[in-house]
C-alpha cells in the first residue's frame, strides 16, 4: 500500500526506519498527471532498489510569468492511485507552494545556457533548486530521470557531481506513443488537430536520425526547413549539439550528437529530442 506523506517531516520519519535497515531507495521526481513516460522512470527504480519513492510537485520555480503554471494539469488522487498500483511505496506531495526554497537558488552554469535556458530564462535555476532540496529531503541511493527532457538531465549530472550529493543519476530512454509523439503531461492541452499536428516533431527527429552522415549543420537545416514548413507547428528551436556539452556543432563530426528541438503546437510548447549516430 502506497504511503501519500505531505511535509518534509513526514518524509524523512517514515524512510528512516528503511534506511537504518540497510535498504536501497530509488526516487523519481515528477509534476505529476502521470503518463506511461513516468511509469518507465517508477519500473527502473523499482528494478534497481528496495523502496520506491514518487515525489509529485508542480514546481513554481520553473514556470515563467507567461508560462501554464496556472493551468498544468493536477490529480493527486489518480496518480497516487496509479502508483499504488505499480507498486510505490512512498509518495511525497509537498501540500503547498511553501516548499519552494525563498532564500536559495541553485544556479547550474554552462550546460544551462542554450536551448531551453535560453527559451525560458529562470527555468533550470528552478529545476535545480527543487530538485536540489527534494534530493535532500529523500536522500535516495539513485534518482531516475527521462531522457526526454535530456538538457534537464545534463543539469542534475552536473548539479549532483559538482556538489558531491551521494545519489546515482539514472537515465531512461525517451517513452513515446505510437506515432512517436514523446509522452508528455502537456499532450492533454492538444486538441485532435494539434496532436495529429505535433507528429511532425518526432517525424523530423527520425529523419534526421536516419539520414545522419555526420554533418551537423546540415542536420539541423534539415530538421529546421522541416518542422518550419509542418502545418500548425511554430518552431522555438532546433539544434545539433555535442551530447555531453550541449554545444552547438558545425561541419562534419566524428563522434554522436544530440538533435532538440522544441515548438508550439496550438498554446501547447514540445520538446523533443534523438541521439544522431552512424
Ligand atoms: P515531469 O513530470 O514532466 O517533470 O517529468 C518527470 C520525469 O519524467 C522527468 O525526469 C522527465 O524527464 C520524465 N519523463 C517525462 N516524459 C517522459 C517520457 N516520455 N519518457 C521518459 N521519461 C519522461
Same mark, same amino acid.
Given at each position: 500500500?502506497?504511503?501519500?506523506?505531505?511535509?518534509?517531516?513526514?518524509?524523512?520519519?517514515?524512510?528512516?526506519?528503511?534506511?537504518?535497515?540497510?535498504?536501497?531507495?530509488?526516487?523519481?521526481?515528477?509534476?505529476?498527471?502521470?503518463?506511461?513516460?513516468?511509469?518507465?522512470?517508477?519500473?527502473?527504480?523499482?528494478?534497481?532498489?528496495?523502496?520506491?519513492?514518487?515525489?509529485?510537485?508542480?514546481?513554481?520555480?520553473?514556470?515563467?510569468?507567461?508560462?501554464?503554471?496556472?493551468?498544468?494539469?493536477?490529480?493527486?488522487?489518480?496518480?497516487?492511485?496509479?502508483?499504488?498500483?505499480?507498486?510505490?511505496?512512498?509518495?511525497?506531495?509537498?501540500?503547498?507552494?511553501?516548499?519552494?526554497?525563498?532564500?536559495?537558488?541553485?544556479?547550474?552554469?554552462?550546460?544551462?545556457?542554450?536551448?531551453?535556458?535560453?527559451?525560458?530564462?529562470?527555468?533550470?535555476?528552478?529545476?535545480?533548486?527543487?530538485?536540489?532540496?527534494?534530493?535532500?529531503?529523500?536522500?535516495?541511493?539513485?534518482?531516475?530521470?527521462?531522457?526526454?527532457?535530456?538538457?534537464?538531465?545534463?543539469?542534475?549530472?552536473?548539479?549532483?557531481?559538482?556538489?558531491?550529493?551521494?545519489?546515482?543519476?539514472?537515465?531512461?530512454?525517451?517513452?513515446?506513443?505510437?506515432?512517436?509523439?514523446?509522452?508528455?503531461?502537456?499532450?492533454?492541452?492538444?486538441?485532435?488537430?494539434?496532436?495529429? %499536428?505535433?507528429?511532425?516533431? @518526432?517525424?523530423? !527527429?527520425?529523419?534526421?536520425? $536516419?539520414?545522419? =552522415? &555526420?554533418? #551537423?549543420?546540415?542536420?539541423?537545416?534539415?530538421?529546421?526547413?522541416?518542422?518550419?514548413?509542418?502545418?500548425?507547428?511554430?518552431?522555438?528551436? %532546433?539544434?545539433?549539439?555535442? @551530447?555531453?556539452? !550541449?554545444?552547438?556543432?558545425? $561541419?562534419?563530426? =566524428? &563522434?554522436? #550528437?544530440?538533435?532538440?528541438?522544441?515548438?508550439?503546437?496550438?498554446?501547447?510548447?514540445?520538446?523533443?529530442?534523438?541521439?544522431?549516430?552512424?
Amino acid at each position: 500500500m502506497t504511503r501519500l506523506v505531505r511535509t518534509v517531516g513526514q518524509a524523512r520519519e517514515i524512510l528512516e526506519p528503511h534506511r537504518r535497515a540497510g535498504a536501497s531507495l530509488g526516487f523519481v521526481p515528477t509534476m505529476g498527471a502521470l503518463h506511461d513516460g513516468h511509469l518507465s522512470l517508477v519500473r527502473a527504480a523499482g528494478q534497481d532498489n528496495d523502496v520506491v519513492v514518487v515525489s509529485i510537485f508542480v514546481n513554481p520555480l520553473q514556470f515563467g510569468p507567461d508560462e501554464d503554471f496556472a493551468s498544468y494539469p493536477r490529480d493527486l488522487d489518480a496518480d497516487t492511485a496509479v502508483l499504488d498500483r505499480h507498486g510505490v511505496d512512498v509518495v511525497f506531495s509537498p501540500a503547498s507552494a511553501g516548499f519552494a526554497p525563498t532564500t536559495v537558488t541553485v544556479c547550474v552554469a554552462g550546460v544551462t545556457e542554450r536551448l531551453e535556458g535560453a527559451s525560458r530564462p529562470g527555468h533550470f535555476d528552478g529545476v535545480a533548486t527543487i530538485v536540489a532540496k527534494l534530493l535532500h529531503t529523500v536522500g535516495p541511493d539513485r534518482a531516475y530521470f527521462g531522457e526526454k527532457d535530456y538538457q534537464q538531465l545534463l543539469v542534475l549530472r552536473a548539479m549532483a557531481r559538482d556538489l558531491a550529493m551521494p545519489v546515482e543519476i539514472v537515465a531512461c530512454p525517451t517513452v513515446r506513443e505510437p506515432d512517436g509523439l514523446a509522452a508528455s503531461s502537456r499532450n492533454a492541452g492538444l486538441s485532435p488537430d494539434e496532436r495529429a %499536428a505535433a507528429a511532425a516533431l @518526432p517525424a523530423a !527527429l527520425r529523419a534526421v536520425a $536516419g539520414s545522419w =552522415g &555526420g554533418d #551537423a549543420g546540415y542536420a539541423r537545416d534539415c530538421l529546421r526547413r522541416t518542422l518550419e514548413a509542418a502545418p500548425g507547428v511554430r518552431l522555438d528551436y %532546433a539544434e545539433v549539439c555535442d @551530447p555531453e556539452t !550541449l554545444e552547438p556543432l558545425e $561541419g562534419v563530426v =566524428g &563522434g554522436p #550528437a544530440q538533435a532538440l528541438i522544441a515548438a508550439h503546437v496550438g498554446a501547447t510548447r514540445l520538446i523533443d529530442n534523438i541521439r544522431l549516430e552512424p
